[in-house]
C-alpha cells in the first residue's frame, strides 16, 4: 500500500535503513538509532510524504519471542545475538493516505533512543509510557517521568524478565498476619 | 441497672444508625454502572434508608469500595477511610474489590482488605443489583448486632482502657 514511502526512503537514505519489511499490509523499515531524527524529520516536512499525524510510540522486547523466518518456522529470536528491543513509530500522512513503522533496535545495556516529541507533540506522553513500562530511555525528551507507575516503583513491568506477580506496595495493613507487603 | 441501660442505648443507637447509612462512593471501575442501578429507582436502595450518597467522607459512614483498587490508588483509599467518621462500615463491591478478581499481575491490589478492614465482600463481576441489597441487609444486622469491624475495635480499645485503669496505670 504504501510501498513508494519505502522506496523514496531507501533511495534517499539507503544505508542508514538497514531492513525493510511489509507485515499485514503496513510498511516497516528498521532505522539506525543515529539518523532516526533526520529520517522523521523529513518525512514530516517533504511535501510527497507528509506524515502529519503521529499513530502511537512502543517498544516490543524480543525476549522469549519466536518470529517466522523465511520459510515461515516460527524461530526462537536469538537476544545476545540481536539487539533485545525495538521501538516502533508508527505514522500517518492524512493527506496522502499511507502509512509506514519505524523501528529503531536498541540493546538491553544501551537503551537509548532520540526522542521524537519535537517533531510531534503527540509523541511526547506516549514516550512517557514506553519509558515507563520499557524503560528506554528518549534522548531529548522534554519531560521523561513515569506517566502511569509511581516513583517509587523499581523496574519495568512489561518486561518479559518482570516476574508475573511481584507487587510493590505503597501501603498495606499492619493488623495482616503474615510478613507484609509482597503477597 | 446502669449495664442495663447502657447496653440498651447502645441498641437504640445501632438501630438507629443501621437504618441511616450513609454511603462514600469510591468508585473506580465498571461496577460503578452496577452500582447506580442499585441506587437507581427501579432497585432504590433508598428503601433500606442508604440511599444518600455523600461526597465527602468525613460526613460518610459506609465505605462503598466499588472497583478495582491500584497499588497506585491504595493511599487514597486508606486516607478517604481515615477521614471517616467512627464508627464506620466498609462493603467490598465485586471481585476486584474483593480479591483483586482476574488480576494478577504488579499494579492491582489483592483485595481491598489489605489495605483497609472490610466488613461485607459482595462477589460477582459485576454482582447483581439484588447481591448488594442482600449484602447491605447483612450490613445492618452486623451494626444492629454491633459487629462491624470498628465497632468491634472500639469496644476491645474500651475494654483495654478499662483494665488498665483497673490495675492503677493511668495515662
Known sequence: MSKKVLEALTKKFGEAIERTETQFGDEVAY????????????????????????????????????????????VQVDTTQVPRFEVCYQLRSLKHRHRIRLKVRVTENDPRCPSLADLWKAFDWQERETYDMFGIRFEGHPD??????????????????YPKEKRQPLVRRGDL???EGNL | MLELITTKLEDAANWGRKFSLFTYP?????????????????????????????????????LMIVGTITEKQAPALKRVYDQMAEPKWVIAFGVCASTGGFYQNYHSVPGADQIIPVDVYIPGCPPRPEQVLDALLLLMKRVQDGRGYSQVRHKREKIVLEQRLASGQED
Open chain 1, 31 to 74: 532505522v539506525k538509532r543515529e539518523k532516526l531524527v533526520e529520517i522523521a524529520t523529513w518525512l514530516r516536512d517533504d511535501a510527497a510524504m507528509a506524515f502529519d499525524s503521529p499513530v502511537f510510540v512502543s517498544c516490543i522486547d524480543l525476549l522469549d519471542l519466536r518470529r517466522p523466518d523465511e520459510n515461515g518456522r516460527l
Open chain 1, 144 to 161: 521523561l517521568r513515569r506517566i502511569y507507575l509511581y516513583e517509587e516503583f523499581v523496574g519495568y513491568p512489561p518486561r518479559k524478565d
Open chain 1, 177 to 179: 498476619p503474615g510478613p
Open chain 2, 26 to 62: 469510591f468508585v473506580t471501575a465498571c461496577c460503578g454502572m452496577e452500582f447506580m442501578s442499585v441506587a437507581a429507582p427501579k432497585y432504590d436502595i433508598a428503601r433500606f434508608g442508604a440511599e444518600f450518597p455523600r461526597f465527602s467522607p468525613r460526613q460518610a459512614d459506609l
